[in-house]
């Protein structure tokens, strides 16, 4: 899968999403972690030399192969970061970049000890058939788009590379730094992808019923549900993909990138509080509500929260912070097993 994204990396057109899944719960699932305006730029970013690393003394590499190698090199990652922000400079795709890196972590299933087989993040959504699964519609061009630099960095792992790229795509929408480690271990391969099935819907029967089920499942409690669901403060649902919004709005008839869909917020590549604000208002048809939005204002546990961050954007971006770190380590197996930070 690797190489054959990396054959067509020079003539990248991210619009080249397909034709979303006719069943309707798939398309529910899309709907709530939605492609962003990048699937429809082309991508041409100019990427940095790599850093090469310095020459060791003899007895100084002879310990280092003794000792257990990080699963990615820290200088690397460093650059790669660094790679991420021009490609958000230059195709605004910040939404779609958070959203592969929840869907790779967003499989973990917390009553499973086995690794791989728990899910997480841990890469596996770079194979087709992960890729296949309704609720990963449109990530084909988020792989492509971030496969250049994984070329050009081979000893970052694609777990890590997956949630740096959703990490820093948050942080340069302007929400809060988040307090990240790196050195997951990738899967080997498309066997042990997990089943379809593991992410949220939009529009099922019993909407904060389903979230916890999902997010339970996970791990994760009230508050980091609504907390997570924050970031739909950030990008765009289209009809014809999802099965949810209106084909454009005022806020997205000119784009950036491909116009059309209908978004949460006004602006949608801002990362802020909006979005609580926004659905407890109610005062503007142009902004999508799905019934999973809608049910952090009617379930008297998530309301607490809602009501919360609607008043108070620093206690969200906190929660925020704090939640989304915990979500791109779920089920990963690091290695050192205490992980690393960029910050160390």
């Keep these: 899968m690797a190489e054959r994204l990396a054959a067509s990396a020079a003539t ?8 979303p899944s006719a069943r309707r719960a798939a398309r529910a699932s899309r709907a709530f972690f939605p492609p962003s305006p990048a ?83 841990n890469g596996s959504l770079r194979f087709d058939v992960e890729l296949k699964h309704g609720a990963n519609a449109g990530l084909i061009n988020a792989l492509k788009l971030i496969q250049p630099i994984k070329d050009k960095y081979p000893s970052i792992t694609y777990a890590d590379l997956f949630q740096l790229a959703s990490a820093t795509a948050i942080e340069e929408a302007g929400g809060p730094k988040i307090p990240m480690k790196y050195g997951r271990v990738d899967v080997t391969g498309p066997e042990q992808c997990p089943p379809e099935g593991k992410l949220p819907d939009a529009g099922p029967s019993s909407p904060a019923d389903h979230l916890r089920e999902v997010f339970y499942r996970m791990g994760l409690d009230d508050k980091e549900i609504v907390a997570l669901s924050g970031a739909h403060t950030l990008g765009r649902s289209r009809p014809e993909r999802s099965g949810w919004g209106k084909p454009e709005t005022k806020y997205t008839k000119n784009g950036p990138g491909a116009p059309g ?26 902004l999508l509500v799905l019934p999973t939005d809608a049910a952090l204002f009617e379930d ?45």
Excluded at 262 to 281: A, G, H, P
């Design 12 to 19: 990248l057109r991210a619009s080249a999403a397909g034709t």
């Design 39 to 121: 699937s429809s730029a082309r991508a041409r970013v100019g990427l940095r030399a790599a850093p090469s690393p310095l020459p060791q003394p003899q007895k100084a590499r002879a310990v280092r192969c003794a000792a257990v190698a990080a699963a990615s090199d820290v200088a690397q990652v460093k650059a790669a970061r660094e790679d991420i922000r021009e490609l958000l400079r230059t195709t605004h795709c910040h939404p779609i970049l958070v959203r592969l890196g929840w869907h790779d972590a967003g499989t973990y299933d917390k009553n499973i000890e086995e690794w791989p087989q728990r899910g997480g993040a």
């Design 261 to 286: 869909g209908q978004s949460w917020t006004v602006e949608w590549l801002r990362f802020d509080n909006s979005y609580f604000k926004d659905i407890k208002e109610k005062r503007d048809q142009d």
């Design 300 to 344: 008297p546990k998530f309301k607490v929260y809602a009501e919360k961050y609607a008043e108070d954007q620093d206690a969200f971006f906190r929660d925020y912070a704090e939640a989304h770190a915990k979500l791109s380590n779920l089920g990963a197996k690091f290695q050192p097993p205490q992980g690393f930070s960029l910050d160390d």
